[in-house]
């Protein structure tokens, strides 16, 4: 009965309709069919609880009246579980039911509360509004770059370390240390991923890059080669204590003010 289409499932959620009645199903899947998403019927509310601590859903639409485990337990037990607690409930219900069952239904955590006969242009549009809202929470997400629960940041910054790492092994090659254009060479791609690195604990920090070259805290990385309040990483790759390395030498020695010239 699920209404499952070959689109991606990255743009398609998935609905729960719990109801023990095989029409009510079906006359959901009619009503929801052309929302183009993954209708998953169940028809008790113990089968709701595995379904829902199996995969992840936009919403479920819950039967009150059912044998065993109601509707209300059933919504109880959804909002007791950590994975489940914020999945949306409406609830659907015989329009002869007692005035207190709405209330005991938001008591119980649902959303919303829809008598039967219900119109099924309001359950759709209804239902339509929290697959929106969960599919685009699942893209913002994305965008904050969380595959697989873990920040892409802390998957920057591992990469990021095999990097210095690498460098660090290279610096330290006969090879390297034997040529002085190659010694260079190595301690300015070193300075870069130490820039590299401070953007990205910047980040971390919650700074934010400003115009004049500042990441967060107090220390500024700009163009003219400043680290921190008063360090410079010269080519030759020496922390000096103060100083800038620009364009304003002629003769490219670096002299008390740090300045190290065109050559």
Known sequence: MGSQKSEPVSRQARILLVDDRTENLVALDAILSSLNQILVP?????????????EEFAVVLLDIVMPGMDGFETAMQ????????DVPIIFLTAAIGPPEQAFRGYAAGAVDYLAKPFDPWVLKSKVSVFVDLYLKRNQADAAAGMPNGRPLLDQVSGCLQDVEE???VLRKLPAVTKDAETEQTT??????VGRLRDAIDA??????????????GSEVIGDDGVVGDSEVIGDDG?????GVIG????????????????G
């Open 166 to 168: 690498t460098v660090a």
């Open 203 to 216: 980040f971390g920090d919650g700074g934010a890059e400003s115009d004049s070259g500042t990441i967060g």
């Open 78 to 85: 959804i909002k007791q579980h950590a994975k489940t607690r």
């Open 187 to 192: 301690a300015r791609l070193a300075q870069r």
């Open 42 to 54: 169940v028809r008790s509310g113990e089968q709701a609880l595995q379904a829902l601590l199996a």
């Open 238 to 242: 020496v922390i000096r204590d103060s």
């Open 247 to 262: 364009d304003s030498g002629d003769d490219g020695v670096v002299g008390d003010s740090g300045v190290v010239g065109d």
